[in-house]
């Protein structure tokens, strides 16, 4: 049997991490579950995710310092990282996509919108075409040149 796709998701609201892991294990997927960022990031290395969604606004570490985290560590640094968030202000966009985050999601998230976004950034994901990838890619290059 195939291994199912494991998507973390990580936000401090249980209603919310509850919803988005029903649509997600109803579409098939493997759905972990985290309720802070400390938590979220020490799941991350030890199940090894294909996917995280994280929510922005969270007590003591926020999604961006979770973002940031993960994105400093060889072995994190590639997992794609989609923000879902109330912020949606281009600002919080903006600095999501500063901190490393692939793809960003404004609540309240429709099921219909979610797997959209999730297949997209897994395909993108498998192609190296996500931000984070061809960031690291052009860091990688610019090394070796030196």
């Known amino acids: 049997m195939a291994e ?5 998701v ?17 579409a098939g ?3 972990l579950k985290s309720f802070n960022g400390k938590d979220g990031i020490e799941m991350v290395k030890e199940n090894h995710p294909a996917l995280i969604l994280l ?6 570490l926020d999604g961006f310092g979770v973002c940031e985290i993960l994105r400093k560590d060889a072995g994190t640094s590639i997992v794609p990282i989609v923000m ?18 692939d793809d960003y999601i404004v609540k309240p998230v429709s099921k219909k919108d979610l797997l959209g976004k999730v297949e ?7 192609k190296g075409e996500l931000p984070s ?13 030196k």
């Open 55 to 60: 929510d922005i606004m969270m007590p003591d």
């Open 10 to 26: 990580i936000d401090d609201v249980k209603e919310n991490v509850e919803l988005l892991a029903a649509y997600l294990t109803g």
């Open 120 to 126: 997209s950034v897994l395909l993108k994901a498998a």
């Open 29 to 31: 997927f493997e759905t």
């Open 84 to 101: 879902v968030t109330a912020k949606d202000k281009d600002a919080d966009i903006v600095r999501s996509l500063e901190a490393g985050a």
């Open 4 to 8: 199912k796709t494991k998507i973390l």
């Open 133 to 145: 990838q061809v960031y690291l890619k052009k860091i990688s290059s610019e090394e070796e040149h």
